[in-house]
């Protein structure tokens, strides 16, 4: 029995089988669309007129959603407003395609609403320019009113005068 006690305390504890696991890393999930057009952004943004330019005048027209992209981002880029407009109308296309991501969708909506508002800032300063020259107008006609108005008074001033003068006589 003692044997059997002692046996019992020499017998090494069951080993426990720990099971590992080497996962095989798999590919790098491919990023979204979108951010690629977030870099192109990114890169169109600090491009000069020249710059701009050459690219748009060696661009071929655009055939699918990421050259049209590119190419509402050039004009996006330029300063003139018939190229806001291209711009605007390009995302607005864009926007609708329901062959897009939604994050490409909103992205396009986005900027079309930014090239919308250049374009609404445009016609607003028009507005303000002619109306200023509206009022500059007015009031030249008001100030040329307004002398002869004093000519007149002026001149009953001095018919006044000239008839109190001769009936003091």
């Known amino acids: 029995m003692v044997l059997t006690l002692l046996s019992a305390c020499t017998t090494p504890a069951p080993v426990e ?28 943004s600090t491009m000069n007129a020249s710059q701009l330019v050459t690219v748009l005048e060696g661009m071929a027209p ?54 919308q508002s250049r374009i609404n800032s445009i016609h607003g300063q028009e507005e303000l320019k002619k109306r200023n020259d509206e009022l500059q107008q007015q009031l030249v006609q008001l100030q040329e009113q307004n002398l002869l108005l004093e000519q007149k008074i002026q001149a009953i001033t001095d018919l006044e005068s000239t008839i109190s003068t001769r009936s003091e006589e």
């Open 17 to 44: 089988i720990v099971e590992v696991h080497t996962e095989v890393p798999a590919k790098a999930a491919k990023p979204p669309p979108v951010l690629k057009w977030l870099r192109w952004q990114e890169t169109v």
């Open 62 to 115: 655009p055939g699918n959603a990421n050259q049209w992209f590119y190419y509402g981002l050039l004009n996006q880029q330029s300063d003139t407003y018939d190229s806001w407009v291209i711009a605007r109308d390009i995302f607005r296309k864009l926007h609708l395609d329901e062959g897009l991501t939604n994050r490409q969708r909103q992205l396009a909506g986005l900027l079309e609403m930014y090239n």
